[in-house]
């Protein structure tokens, strides 16, 4: 396999992995009513 391409992908993980992580504390950290983009309720 292209080591560029393995390169990229694991990059679009990390953003990725990163970006639900960042998610996660957000909506660990503050309550759901002053976040509007989490209104779902975690089930």
Do not use: C, F, G, H
């Not at 080591?3 to 998610?23: R, T």
Request: no cysteine; glycine share 0%.
């Amino acid at each position: 396999m292209d080591p560029s391409k393995l390169e990229l992908l694991l990059e679009q993980q990390m953003k990725l992995i990163q970006m639900l992580a960042d998610a996660k504390l957000t909506s660990n950290s503050q309550p759901s009513s002053s976040n509007p983009i989490t209104t779902a309720p975690s089930v």
